[in-house]
């Protein structure tokens, strides 16, 4: 399955963090959320083949990483309050399939910002 | 612009009884439309998705769904909810390479003993 590390984490407003994704073995395609406490995830970026390939409303601060042996790391630059959320990863096979082919989430980081 | 609407942001339903949860979406191309359950720290599960042919959709759990074009929603339904259903539902629309996913804001579901 999809494995996320770590499972919490508390940051700093000002500092930076790099949550890593573990995908299912196989999958090309990682795609990262950010879900706000009692709000659905928003769709920050995806990744394919090791290119970003969409994004979200999200700023550049928001950056990503996708390496070659099904890992990716989301990385968050000058940490805001407004960040603390949990954020999930999704892996899937090859976007061009109808509808990207099946999203596999992982359990998710949650970070406090303080 | 694409977006999700969950009218309902709880429900409550005795275990046996008959489940509806609503989804209301807005997207201008052709929409691939899903439903995940994310139960408390967990990711979240697919639990059906819709992209063409049929409008009645059948997924895992005895869940299914149903697209109606001309109104623009995509409920979910289940004939009789056990008590392992109680969870958060999302419904989430978005084009063919899941890069531009829209999701709801969820609807929570307690099931009565």
């Known amino acids: 399955g999809v494995t996320q590390s770590p499972t919490h984490l508390i940051k700093t407003r000002g500092q930076q963090v790099t949550l890593r994704c573990s995908s299912q073995s196989g999958h090309n395609t990682v795609s990262w959320y950010q879900q706000a406490l009692g709000q659905g995830p928003q769709f920050i970026f995806q990744?394919?083949?090791?290119?970003?390939?969409g994004r979200g409303n999200f700023p550049p601060r928001f950056s990503g990483l996708q390496f070659p042996n099904d890992s990716s790391e989301l990385n968050v630059n000058a940490l805001e309050l407004d960040d603390s959320a949990l954020y999930l990863c999704?892996?899937?096979?090859?976007?061009?399939?109808?509808?990207?082919?099946?999203?596999?989430f992982g359990p998710g980081t949650r970070l406090t910002v303080t | 612009a694409q977006s999700v609407t969950q009218p309902d942001i709880h429900i409550t339903v005795s275990e046996g009884a008959s489940l509806e949860l609503r989804c209301n979406y807005s997207?201008?191309?052709?929409?691939?439309l899903f439903w995940y359950v994310q139960s408390p720290g967990q990711g979240l599960q697919l639990l059906l998705k819709?992209?063409?042919?049929?409008?009645l959709v059948q997924g895992i759990k005895g869940f299914e769904a149903e697209f109606k074009r001309s109104q623009s929603s995509f409920n979910l339904r289940k004939p009789s909810v056990h008590w392992s259903d109680a969870a958060e539902y999302f419904c989430?629309?978005?084009?063919?390479?899941?890069?531009?996913?829209?999701f709801g804001a969820g609807t929570r579901l307690t099931v009565k003993p």
């Open positions: 999704a892996s899937s096979l090859n976007p061009g399939l109808a509808g990207g082919g099946e999203q596999y």
């Open positions: 819709y992209f063409s042919g049929d409008t």
């Open positions: 997207y201008g191309a052709t929409p691939y």
């Open positions: 989430a629309v978005g084009g063919r390479n899941n890069n531009d996913m829209r």
């Open positions: 990744y394919y083949r090791e290119e970003e390939n």
